[in-house]
């Protein structure tokens, strides 16, 4: 069961993942300018009224704007990387031969050797196989007469939202694939 809700800023930008508990208290105070969602994610009933002889109802929506400035500033955060990511975002491609692999069988391959002083980023890093990665070896795609086959790039916000693999619902998986940038691997 689905139990995150996809928090963004007013403008619609993800921010994070949340719980319930903690988007119940963004509902509670007031700080939801917007949802969306093809229906409420979860219910939550509270105490009863005994004036108006109701019990008190919060409808989690499994996508939620809050009002207010961003916590982040998006000019100057890079999206996390992680290696499900990085395969995710190549499609479990290798890089250099074109097989489609399972996660286990690739690796983060650095296009610029870190031994060169090639970073550990969106940029310089591809999914491999252990054949291609062995046989590249220390040295650059050129050296190695290896050219890659696709371009690394650093995924945009909404595309790191899907590439982190967590089972979200089909609406919000709908809403973010939506707003990927045009020519994005992930359309």
């Known amino acids: 069961m689905h ?4 928090q963004l800023d007013i403008q619609g930008t993800p921010q994070a993942w949340i719980g319930l508990e903690e988007a119940a208290l963004h509902y509670a105070g ?6 969306e969602g093809a229906g409420p994610l979860a219910v939550l009933r509270g105490g009863y009224n005994v004036a108006a002889g109701r019990q008190s109802l919060l409808e989690i929506h499994p996508i939620i704007a809050l009002r207010g400035h961003a916590k982040l500033n998006l000019f100057e955060v890079t999206p996390g990387l992680t290696r499900l990511k990085l395969f ?3 499609r479990h491609t290798c890089a250099y031969c074109g ?3 399972a996660e286990r069988d690739l690796q983060c391959e650095h296009i610029v050797p870190a031994s060169r002083g090639g970073a550990a980023s969106w940029m310089n890093l591809v999914a491999a196989c252990a054949p291609c990665n062995g046989r ?3 040295r650059t795609p050129e050296e190695a007469r290896m050219p890659l086959l696709f371009l690394p790039y650093v995924p945009s916000r909404f595309e790191s939202f899907l590439l982190e693999g967590r089972p979200i619902r089909a ?5 973010l694939a939506a707003r990927l940038p045009k020519g994005s691997r992930l359309s």
């Open 3 to 6: 139990r995150t809700v996809l």
């Open 99 to 101: 097989e489609v692999f």
């Open 30 to 35: 007031g700080s939801v300018a917007w949802q």
């Open 88 to 90: 995710r975002r190549d």
């Open 136 to 138: 590249k070896a220390d």
């Open 171 to 175: 609406d919000v998986h709908e809403w």
